[in-house]
């Protein structure tokens, strides 16, 4: 399976469970399992970590069509925009530093050229473009 369905798929499922409750992920035996055992032994209080953050629910998914390097943009749990790149192996997280309001869209093109489109806080259509660097997003909203 090639990487580009791999995160695709990873990347689905990763929907699908964030759409499921929590009682859906566990079997019926286990949970009655787990009370009786919860119910049988005195609660230690220990001090734990906090959760993972969700998975990003959706993502916007790129392939160059000259070399198919791979570039992945999503939205965080804090509103920024982060992209992760394959090109052989794996590369970032890296977090581009842009506020949104919305899951981005992303482009490239054969010569290397991305695009990034997404709503910004003030729900401004926002586009970033890559071009050997990263230009700061512009307003298309008010163009």
Do not use: C
Request: glycine share 6%.
């Amino acid at each position: 399976m090639n990487h580009f369905r791999r995160l695709t798929l990873i990347l689905a499922l990763g929907s699908a469970l964030l759409s499921l409750p929590a009682r859906a992920l566990v079997s019926p035996a286990r949970a009655s399992a787990a009370k009786a055992t919860a119910a049988a032994k005195p609660v230690k209080k220990k001090h734990k970590r906090p959760p993972a953050p969700p998975p990003p629910a959706s993502a916007a998914i790129a392939v160059n069509p000259l070399n198919d390097d791979q570039y992945a943009f999503w939205r965080t749990t804090g509103g920024r925009i982060e992209e992760a790149r394959y090109n052989g192996s794996w590369h970032g997280p890296v977090s581009r530093g842009w506020r949104a309001s919305s899951a981005p869209s992303a482009a490239v093109t054969a010569a290397g050229q991305q695009f990034v489109v997404f709503a910004g806080p003030d729900g401004h259509i926002l586009e970033a473009t890559f071009n050997r660097r990263w230009g700061r997003p512009t307003d298309l909203t008010a163009a």
